[in-house]
């Protein structure tokens, strides 16, 4: 039975295994939107295409399922791509479906017109455009499968308005199959004589591809050979931290101890991500030992320095493989000596602390700092979630004190845009409260960060989302502040901002009509220290989104870099 090209897309989809799509919708697609209309599919409406990337981006993060969003024309496509820079930079598959204008009308500056792959091509694995109604599953399909393949990454997919209504008698796609290439007997051979060589090997975990908790896996054997296990930037929910072998991330905020083990290691071995200029401190550090490569990357794309070996293997399959190998094999003579070092120094850095032990009052007026002291708010926070719930964060130092002291026990539970876009936290909080609805999902952000995006609250409500949202608020783009103060010291020039109350914004979508039910939004305002941990614990109970919004001294940076300050 003939059926057109936009229902085609839908359709093939739902065989896909496709949950939700995030849309903002345009009459461009419309005849997608109709497909979406009788589909089991949800479609989820967002206020702005920036943070329907974003939710996309995040739902494939937490799943390993690529992540759909759907937008319209030239200004549509030009919000969302900022997810798509995001997922190409992060490596994360996602699939971004733009209407775009009837192709008689193509070239002729149109409204909204503008070229997909113009603007695309850079930052994206591929960018189609589907102008035969005949092969519109089968482009879905192809779109899909390069999303998910090799390096994960962002594919980019065209539909003229007048394409999409055509009538065709194509049959749903196919999806392809592939298994992942396993390591094979030779390569974990030549890797375990490494490894038994080795007097201080290193692990390093990163990328996507941890969801099926292999991470935990890699940490018994790795606690049973001696061998730390570092994590690359805002990856590092991919082992257990109350693991022995835990030894902390690298990146931004991470322990100068971390950075200090990383260097002196003899042997890297990098699973699912690189020696990129944020893991190696900007290109200056953990170049001189031995390195192996295991990922799905060929082109071993963003790994700068040597590789000695190159295992074309998936997290999952590495990890399946290597643990069949017995932990002495990869012991040697090696003892817990090396591993315990490291993973005490991550142990001494994450220990709550007040900020007020390491910040001293401010030189203008020799008084102690207003507002909340960060270092208590986030180890009541840590003590509250106990490592079970999924944290996401955008960009900015208000995020270094989540990622210093909250712990992580569960895989799939930390977003954070990598490549250091702003606006990511309160859309990713929404996807990960709709994608695991019986998981705490907590949205950590900055002023600056939680105005790019925070719209999409509405979308929350009306589609019974309920993150915990903490925006810390110290009225300035804090981490240009401090790059301000290191070069031009004295001089703040473009980085003051003013708010609103952000908890009565919360408050404002009181009786705003959910799916299933209306619910309240919770907010509360904190100033003091005090008052944080009730506030925390009413926020953590109510039945509906929740804000608190807190107070901190503009004057306030993250703690130092060392284990005890």
């Known amino acids: 039975m003939p059926r057109s090209a936009g229902h085609l897309i839908v359709a093939t989809l739902e065989t896909a295994g496709i949950e939700r799509v995030y849309a903002v919708p345009g009459e461009s697609y419309l005849d997608v939107l109709d497909g979406l209309y009788d589909s089991p599919i949800d ?15 995040a739902e494939a993060r937490l799943t390993g399922r690529p992540g759909i969003a759907m937008v319209t024309r ?24 733009v209407g775009l204008v009837p192709t008689a009308d193509r070239a002729r500056e149109s409204f909204q017109e503008f070229s997909l792959p113009e603007w695309f091509s850079s930052t994206a694995k591929r960018v189609i455009t589907i102008d035969d109604e005949h092969r519109a599953g089968e482009l879905t399909a192809e779109a899909l499968r390069i999303a998910a393949a090799g390096r994960s990454g962002p594919v980019v997919v065209g539909l003229p308005e007048d394409v999409l209504v055509r009538l065709t008698e194509a049959p749903i796609p196919t999806l392809a199959e592939a298994a992942e290439p396993k390591p094979a007997p030779a390569e974990l051979e030549s890797l375990a004589a490494r490894l038994a060589g080795a007097s201080r090997p290193a692990f390093v975990l990163g990328g996507d591809g941890w969801q099926s908790g292999a991470g935990a896996d890699l940490a018994g054997l790795a606690a049973a050979s001696g061998i730390p296990i570092f994590c690359d930037w805002r990856a590092y929910d991919a082992v257990p931290h109350d693991s022995p072998a835990w030894s902390g991330w690298l990146g931004y905020g991470r322990a100068d101890a971390v950075a200090g083990g990383f260097a002196e290691a003899d042997l890297l071995i990098f699973i699912g991500c690189t020696r990129s200029d944020v893991a190696s401190d900007g290109f200056t550090i953990g170049f001189g030992a031995e390195t192996v490569l295991v990922s799905l990357d060929t082109e071993a794309t963003q790994h700068a320095g040597r590789i000695d070996q190159h295992i074309l293997a998936s997290p999952g399959t590495f990890t399946e493989a290597l643990t069949s190998v017995d932990a002495d094999a990869l012991r040697g003579g090696r003892s817990d000596g090396w591993m ?9 850095f994450a220990a709550h602390r007040p900020d007020a032990e390491a910040q001293p009052p401010t030189e203008a007026t020799q008084t102690p700092r207003s507002g909340v002291d960060l270092g208590v708010a986030f180890g009541i926070l840590d003590d509250r979630l106990s490592g079970e719930a999924i944290l996401t964060y955008g960009a900015g130092n208000a995020t270094i004190w989540g990622h210093r002291f909250i712990r992580h026990h569960q ?3 930390l ?42 609250i509405a ?30 010291p004295g001089r703040p020039s473009g980085t003051r901002m003013v708010n609103p109350d952000f908890a009565t914004w919360m408050r404002a979508f009181d009786g705003a009509a959910s799916v299933g039910a209306g619910v309240s939004g919770h907010g509360e305002r904190v100033e003091t ?9 009413r926020a953590l109970a109510a039945d509906g989104p929740a804000l608190i919004h807190v107070l901190i001294d503009p004057a306030t940076m993250p703690p130092a870099a060392d284990e005890t300050s």
Request: hydrophobic letters at 50%.
């Open 43 to 57: 479609t989820i409406v967002c206020r702005q295409e920036g943070g329907a990337g974003f939710m996309a981006l």
């Open 74 to 97: 030239g200004p549509g496509a030009a919000n969302a791509m900022i997810s798509i820079h995001t997922a190409w930079q992060d490596a994360t598959a996602l699939v971004l479906f």
């Open 340 to 348: 315990e070092e490291r993973s005490a120094a991550q142990a001494r």
């Open 411 to 413: 895989a799939a539970s």
């Open 415 to 456: 977003v954070g845009a990598r490549n250091g876009a702003m606006g990511l936290a309160v859309p990713a909080a929404v996807a990960a409260s709709l994608t695991f609805p019986d998981r705490r999902a907590v949205a950590i952000c900055g002023d600056g960060d939680f105005l790019m995006n925070g719209q999409e």
């Open 459 to 488: 979308t929350a409500f009306a589609h019974g989302a309920t993150p915990l949202i903490i925006v810390i608020d110290n009225g300035v783009y804090a981490t240009i502040v401090s790059h301000q103060e290191n070069h031009y």
């Open 529 to 537: 220290t005090e008052d944080f941990a009730p506030a925390l614990d």
